[in-house]
C-alpha cells in the first residue's frame, strides 16, 4: 500500500473512534499510527520520497487525541503512551499531568515515567510523590522496572536519604525479573566498590549478564574488556562481536570505536570503507566520533565519508 495512502486511512480510522467510547479500540489504533509515523521519520533518511508533512502532522494530532480520549476512559497504558510522546515533545508538565492518574493508581509503568520525569533537575518537587507511586507498584512489577527506578532514587538520593545498600537491593530484585539496566548498575557498583565490597570478578559477571540481556552500555565495555584482555583472556573476534552488536542495537560509542578500530587495523583488517561507514553510523546515533579518532592520531576530516582524497584501503 502506498505510504501516503497508509497514513490517511489510519488518519480516517482515528477519527472514526473519537467519541465511540471504545478506549481499547483508540488505543490500538493510536500504536499501529505511531508504528507508521516512526518509519515516516526515516524515510529521508532511506532514500525514500517523504510523505506530505501536513499528513504527517495530521495523523500525529489524531495519534495524541485518541490516547487523551482513551486515558479518559481509564485506560492506563494509553495514558503512559500520551506521557510518553509528551515528554519526547519536551513538555514534561504535560506529561507528568498525563501520567499522574495511572500512576496513583498503581499502574507500574506509568510510575516509571512518572519517576523519570521527575528525575530530571527541575523535577526535585516531585520526587517525593514519584517515589510514593514507585512503591505502590513495586508488587506488580513483572519486568523489573519499577524496581530498576527505585534503585536509581536510592542511589542518587530521590525522595529521600542516598542509601547504596538499599539501590544494590532494588537493583538485585530488578536484575531478578530480568532488567538489564539494573544489570549494568550492578556491575558499576561491584566494579567501583559502591555500596558493596569491590568484586572485578562478579562485576564481570553482572557486566556479562547485562551485555547478554541488551544493556548497550553493557555489550560496549564486554566489547572492551575482549579487546583489551582486561578481566577476560583478549580475544579479537568477541571484541568485535560484541561492539557490533551493540552499535548495531544503536550504541553510538561503539559504533564509533568500531570506526577507529577499522581505520587501524586494530583487533580487525584495516578497513577504511568500513571505518567511514562507522564513523557515518555514529554520527547518524548522535555520538561525536571525532574526538576518538583523534585519540588514536587520525585526522577526522580525512575520515568524512564524502571527504576528498579519503584514505584508501591498504
Not at 247 to 269: E, F, I, K, N, W
Amino acid at each position: 500500500m502506498p505510504r501516503t495512502l497508509d497514513a490517511v486511512l489510519k488518519h480516517d480510522e482515528l477519527l472514526a473512534l473519537l467519541g465511540s467510547g471504545d478506549a481499547r479500540g483508540l488505543y490500538d489504533a493510536a500504536r499501529a499510527a505511531r508504528v507508521a509515523l516512526e518509519f515516516r521519520a526515516t524515510d529521508a533518511m532511506l532514500g525514500l520520497t517523504p510523505v506530505n508533512d501536513d499528513v504527517v502532522a495530521r495523523l500525529a494530532e489524531a495519534v495524541r487525541a485518541a490516547l487523551r480520549e482513551a486515558a479518559g476512559l481509564g485506560l492506563h497504558e494509553a495514558a503512559c503512551e500520551l506521557g510518553r510522546l509528551l515528554f519526547a515533545d519536551g513538555d514534561p508538565d504535560a506529561a507528568f499531568a498525563a501520567v499522574a492518574v495511572a500512576a496513583e493508581a498503581g499502574h507500574g509503568p506509568s510510575a516509571v515515567l512518572a519517576a523519570k520525569i521527575a528525575g530530571r533537575p527541575w523535577g526535585q518537587a516531585r520526587h517525593a510523590q514519584a517515589l510514593r507511586w514507585l512503591s505502590a507498584a513495586r508488587e506488580l512489577d513483572a519486568d523489573g522496572r519499577v524496581h530498576f527506578m527505585l534503585g536509581l532514587y536510592a542511589s542518587l538520593g530521590f525522595g529521600g536519604a542516598q542509601d547504596y545498600g538499599r539501590a544494590r537491593t532494588c537493583y538485585e530484585e530488578a536484575a531478578a525479573r530480568g532488567d538489564a539496566d539494573a544489570m549494568f548498575e550492578l556491575y558499576v557498583m561491584h566494579a567501583r566498590g559502591i555500596g558493596c565490597p569491590e568484586d572485578q570478578e562478579l562485576a564481570l559477571a553482572w557486566c556479562r549478564r547485562g551485555a547478554e540481556a541488551g544493556n548497550l552500555r553493557a555489550m560496549g565495555n564486554l566489547g572492551g574488556f575482549y579487546a583489551t584482555g582486561s578481566g577476560v583472556e583478549r580475544d579479537p573476534a568477541q571484541a568485535l562481536a560484541w561492539y557490533e552488536r551493540a552499535a548495531q542495537a544503536g550504541h553510538g560509542r561503539s559504533a564509533a570505536t568500531l570506526g577507529t578500530m577499522y581505520a587501524t587495523g586494530d583487533c580487525v583488517p584495516r578497513s577504511p570503507e568500513r571505518a567511514r561507514e562507522w564513523f557515518r553510523a555514529a554520527e547518524a546515533l548522535d555520538f561525536d566520533w571525532r574526538e576518538m579518532a583523534e585519540a588514536v592520531e587520525l585526522d577526522p576530516d580525512e575520515w568524512e565519508a564524502d571527504a576528498e582524497g579519503a584514505p584508501s584501503e591498504g
